[in-house]
């Protein structure tokens, strides 16, 4: 089983916009439309932010959008705020399911 | 809303089986895959394995087949089993829900599992 990759770290200032990227490969990420989200604050349950590639649950701010171009997914964070940082880890979910190691956003 | 709670031993000796149950309030347990998913202290997410509605499973292959994951639908529970666990298997384990075809958009808040002598 493979996991998908991620940056260890991003970083922003407040009001300023993110990205962050998820590669896997044509069998999970490229190969289909299930890639979702995860927000992480210390201590908590994972959050779901974003599925099916670019759709948002209900509640979610619409400051997080999704994005794939390939084999690779885009989380896009516009507006930083302070609350969002929090560690975000990507997921595949179609055949089975893999998670990426996680991103650590730091709001300067 | 459905709210998941794990509970179990937080733990356990080396070489014995970690075993944990979720129990699943505000909703049926049936129509849903249901699942686990580790994390152990400072890394990233593992998932481990599901159970269908129907009792069909399948577990992630790292784990060498040491997984077992059986439901109680009279209870609304579903339960985890892990054989030989060791030190690398000290982790907080999550139960989580999905749709098909879904992410697992419910989770319980989690439990710290400590494997030590």
């Known amino acids: 089983q493979s996991a998908l990759t991620q940056p260890a770290s991003v970083s922003g200032s407040p009001g300023q916009s993110i990205t962050i990227s998820c590669t896997g490969t044509?069998?999970?990420?490229?190969?289909?439309?299930?890639v979702s989200w995860y927000q992480q604050h210390p201590g908590k349950a994972p959050k779901l932010m974003i599925y099916?590639?670019?759709n948002r649950p209900s509640g979610v701010s619409n400051r997080f959008s999704g994005s794939k171009s390939g084999n690779t997914a885009f989380l896009t964070i516009s507006g930083l705020q302070a609350e969002d940082e929090a560690d975000y880890y990507c997921s595949s979910y179609a055949t089975s399911t893999f998670f990426g190691g996680g991103t650590k956003l730091t709001v300067l | 809303q459905v709210q998941l709670q794990e509970s179990g031993p937080g733990l356990v000796k080396p070489s014995e089986t970690l075993s944990l149950t979720c129990t699943v309030s505000g909703g049926s347990i049936s129509s849903y895959y249901w699942s686990w998913i580790r994390q152990p202290p400072g890394k990233g997410l593992e998932w481990m394995g599901y159970?269908?509605?129907?009792?069909?499973?399948y577990h992630n292959p790292s784990l060498k087949s040491r997984v077992t994951i059986s439901l109680d639908t009279s209870k609304n529970q579903f339960s985890l089993e892990l054989s030989s666990v060791t030190a690398a298997d000290t982790a907080v384990y999550y139960c989580a829900r999905a749709m098909a075809y879904s992410p697992w958009d419910y989770w319980g808040q989690g439990t710290l599992v400590t494997v030590s002598s």
């Open positions: 044509s069998s999970d990420v490229g190969g289909y439309n299930y």
């Open positions: 099916e590639v670019s």
């Open positions: 159970i269908s509605y129907s009792g069909g499973t």
